[in-house]
C-alpha cells in the first residue's frame, strides 16, 4: 500500500510528528523539524506528502512538506544502517540546499555535526548519494551552459559544487541570457578567469 500524500485537517502537532484528520480519521505522522516548523496552527487544513514505511516491528507514516525532503528522506533510508529515524534527524539538522551542498562539497565534518551521524556514515551519505541526487545540487543557470563545457571544467579538476559556484558568479556577472550564447571556448575562458 502506498499513499502519495496526506490531505485533511491538522489536528495535533507535537515534537517529531502531527495528527491529520481526514473524514474522522487520525493519521499519525512523523515529521523533521522543517516540516514541523513550516505547517499551520492546529486546526487549519494542510497537506503532506507522505512516505509509508514498513519494517518486522511494524508499520509508519512519513511526511514533508516538500518533494526534495522526502526524496532525501528515501535515499537515507536506502543507505545501510540509515534509519528513518536518523534520516529525519538529517532532515531536522540541515535544509534540503544546506544538504545538496554538503553532499557536492564532500563536505564530512558538518554532516557529522548532525546528532547521530559519524565520520563514516556521513562518508557513505556523501559515496552513496552524490550522484543519485543531482537535481539538489543543480543550480536554475547550470541548464543553459552546455554539458560540453561543464564536462569540460570537470576534466580541469572543478568539483560539482566548484562547477555550480562557477555558473551563478558569472550568471551575476554577465546574466543569464549572455551565459547562454557563450560557446563553450568563450565560457571556458569566462570560468577559468571568474
Do not use: C, W
Not at 21 to 26: E, F, L, N, R, T
Not at 39 to 51: A, E, F
Not at 79 to 100: E, M, Y
Not at 160 to 187: H, N, P
Amino acid at each position: 500500500m502506498m499513499y502519495e500524500y496526506i490531505s485533511g485537517r491538522l489536528a495535533l502537532k507535537r515534537a517529531s510528528n502531527v495528527v491529520i484528520d481526514v473524514g474522522g480519521v487520525g493519521y499519525l505522522i512523523a515529521v523533521p523539524q522543517s516540516t514541523l516548523r513550516s505547517l499551520p496552527d492546529v486546526g487549519s487544513d494542510v497537506r503532506v506528502l507522505t512516505h509509508f514505511h514498513v519494517t518486522d516491528s511494524g508499520q509508519q507514516l512519513f511526511g514533508f512538506l516538500t518533494e526534495a525532503e522526502r526524496d532525501i528522506f528515501k535515499n537515507l533510508i536506502s543507505i545501510s544502517g540509515i534509519g528513518p529515524k536518523l534520516a529525519l534527524t538529517v532532515l531536522s539538522g540541515v535544509s534540503t540546499h544546506q544538504f545538496a551542498e554538503l553532499l557536492a562539497a564532500d563536505d564530512v565534518a558538518h554532516l557529522t555535526a548532525i546528532p547521530g551521524i559519524g565520520k563514516k556514515t556521513a562518508a557513505r551519505i556523501i559515496v552513496e548519494l552524490k550522484s543519485k541526487l543531482p537535481q539538489l545540487t543543480a543550480t536554475s543557470e547550470q541548464g543553459v551552459v552546455p554539458e560540453e563545457a561543464i564536462l569540460a571544467l570537470q576534466s580541469l579538476g572543478y568539483s560539482q559544487y566548484e562547477v555550480k559556484k562557477v555558473i551563478e558568479k558569472l550568471s551575476s556577472q554577465i546574466g543569464r541570457d549572455k551565459l547562454a550564447q557563450l560557446s563553450t571556448e568563450d565560457f571556458l575562458k569566462a570560468a577559468l578567469s571568474a
